[in-house]
């Protein structure tokens, strides 16, 4: 079965640096996600891209945060200058664009540790 | 985004039926009704959806009461590998596809061997 794939699973940065989270989605689907969710807490919605644009984001989602599809199977999320509090766990998420589909596939997520 | 009320947690015995309520009081006629479910160390996992009528998958049941405003989650036999957040989610039908996903604090139920 097609899954959303992301890398790195892990990835530990020092505050102020940049990092750029990778993700895979699923090869029809053309709706992409950002989610993140801080230990312990909710899964909190970032941003939506569809058609090499962002559809829908939210206010964490500030100019610290950007996104991009590169080549016809990449998505990333790039943070410029990252804080402690950027310290979560990423997801991308994939939808295909068809009427009968409803779900959001997700992938397994990258830790990312900012010290 | 209409809200949702859910038991902070649950628990079960294996092999045996869980069922998960979820409360949607303020639903409004366009709010599919949406269950996602996250393993320990995994992202979030559809599960089920529905409108009105009751819906049956190869993961789940799910009741939808006739006035809308409650539904549950039906695990008919559960298993050890059921252990999760199980969240109840509400998203309007009108943008069916490419509408976020608005996710509460979830039940988190736990399976007893």
């Known amino acids: 079965e097609p899954e959303v794939t992301q890398t790195p699973s892990h990835q530990v940065t020092q505050m102020g640096q940049e990092v750029i989270l990778r993700c895979v989605p699923i090869s029809n689907h053309l709706y992409f996600y950002w989610y993140r969710q801080i230990l312990g807490q909710k899964v909190e919605f970032l941003v939506s891209f569809y058609n090499n644009e962002i559809s829908e984001k939210s206010e964490i989602f500030d100019d610290q945060f950007s996104v991009e599809r590169p080549d016809g199977s990449n998505f990333t999320l790039k943070i410029r200058s990252t804080k402690l509090e950027d310290s979560a766990m990423y997801f991308c998420?994939?939808?295909?664009?068809?009427?009968?589909?409803?779900?959001?596939?997700f992938g397994p997520g990258t830790r990312l540790t900012v010290t | 985004d209409a809200k949702t009320t859910q038991p902070n947690s649950m628990e079960s015995n294996e092999e045996e039926p869980v069922h998960l309520p979820c409360n949607h009081s303020?639903?409004?006629?366009?709010?599919?009704i949406h269950w996602y479910r996250q393993l320990p160390s995994q992202g979030p996992e559809y599960v089920i959806h529905?409108?009105?009528s009751n819906v049956n998958n190869r993961m789940a049941s799910l009741a939808i009461a006739e006035d809308r405003k409650s539904s549950t989650l039906i695990l008919h036999r559960a298993t050890l590998r059921d252990a999760a957040v199980y969240y109840c989610?509400?998203?309007?039908?009108?943008?069916?596809?490419?509408?976020?996903?608005?996710f509460g604090a979830g039940t988190i139920l736990r399976v007893k061997s």
């Open positions: 989610i509400l998203r309007d039908r009108v943008m069916e596809y490419g509408n976020k996903l608005v």
């Open positions: 529905g409108l009105t």
């Open positions: 303020t639903i409004s006629g366009t709010d599919y």
């Open positions: 998420a994939s939808t295909p664009d068809r009427i009968s589909s409803y779900e959001q596939y």
